[in-house]
C-alpha cells in the first residue's frame, strides 16, 4: 500500500481528539514529501542533527515534533521551529528549552514523559518524580514553556491487557494533574500515546496525539 492509503486509513480509525503525529526518524525527505502531499502536516523526529537536515529542506507549514530523548546541548538548533517536545524527562531540561525558547522569542510547547512500562530505561520522570517537580512550582516562572500534558510509552509485548494497564494508568494520571496542578491552564491537554503496534488501545484510553512511524512508512533500517 501507498503512504496516502494508509495515512487515509490511520486517520478514519482516529475519533476527533486524537491527532496524528507521523514518525519520519530514519525515512528520507522524499517519503515525508509524499505523505505531506497527502495532507499530512505533523511530523515526528527524534534525533536534532536529521531533523535539522529536512526542516531545510522541507515546506514551511510542517509541525516538527521532536518526540525523542533530546540533550540540553541540542535545544538550541530546534528552538527556533519546533512545534512541541514530547519527552521532557528533567527539570534541567525544561529550563533549557525555556531559555532558547526566550531568545527565540516562543512559547513551545512541552509534554512530560512519565514513565509507565515494565522495561528499565533511563528516561522519563516515574509518577511520584513527576508531582514531587510540579509541587516545586519554580516551573512555573518558565513564561516560555507551556506544560502541555504528558507522554509514555508502552512496554513492547503482545500482552494486551498489560499495554491497556499501562495506558489506562496514564490516562487516569493524566486527569489527577490536570485537576491537582492545571485545573486553570488550558493548555494542559495532551496526552501522547499509542505506536503502530499499540495505538488502538492508546485511542481507547483517552490518547490525543498517536506517534506512528512503520506502519506508514514501513521498517526503519537502524
Ligand atoms: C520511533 C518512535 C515512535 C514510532 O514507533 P513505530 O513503532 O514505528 O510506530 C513513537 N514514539 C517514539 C517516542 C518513538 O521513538
Not at 497527502?38 to 531545510?56: C, D, P, T, W
Not at 509507565?116 to 512550582?137: D, H, N, R, W, Y
Request: aromatic content about 10%.
Amino acid at each position: 500500500m501507498d503512504i496516502k492509503t494508509i495515512l487515509n486509513e490511520i486517520k478514519a480509525e482516529l475519533p476527533e481528539r486524537t491527532r496524528l503525529v507521523a514518525v519520519s526518524k530514519f525515512h528520507p525527505a522524499e517519503a515525508i514529501k509524499e505523505a505531506y502531499d497527502a495532507g499530512q502536516r505533523i511530523f515526528g523526529e527524534s534525533k536534532v542533527q536529521e531533523l535539522e537536515n529536512k526542516y531545510n529542506t522541507l515546506p514551511k507549514d510542517i509541525e516538527w515534533h521532536f518526540i525523542g530523548h533530546l540533550q540540553t546541548n541540542k535545544v538550541k538548533y530546534i528552538a527556533p521551529y519546533i512545534s512541541m517536545i514530547h519527552a521532557v524527562d528533567s527539570f534541567k531540561l525544561l529550563t533549557e528549552i525555556n531559555k532558547q525558547a526566550a531568545k527565540a522569542g516562543r512559547t513551545i510547547p512541552c509534554l512530560l514523559e512519565i514513565h509507565i512500562a515494565q522495561e528499565e530505561t533511563k528516561f522519563g520522570f516515574s509518577p511520584e518524580e513527576c508531582v514531587e517537580m510540579l509541587e516545586k512550582e519554580n516551573w512555573k516562572e518558565l513564561k516560555n514553556i507551556s506544560i502541555s500534558g504528558i507522554m509514555g510509552m508502552a512496554t513492547n509485548t503482545d500482552d494486551e491487557t498489560e499495554i491497556e494497564k499501562e495506558f489506562s494508568t496514564l490516562e487516569t494520571f493524566f486527569h489527577e494533574l490536570k485537576s491537582r496542578f492545571f485545573a486553570d491552564d488550558e493548555r494542559f491537554k495532551e496526552l501522547s500515546m499509542g505506536m503502530s503496534e499499540d495505538y488502538h488501545l492508546a485511542i481507547k484510553h483517552g490518547s490525543t496525539f498517536v506517534r506512528i512511524g512503520s506502519k506508514i512508512f514501513g521498517i526503519r533500517n537502524y
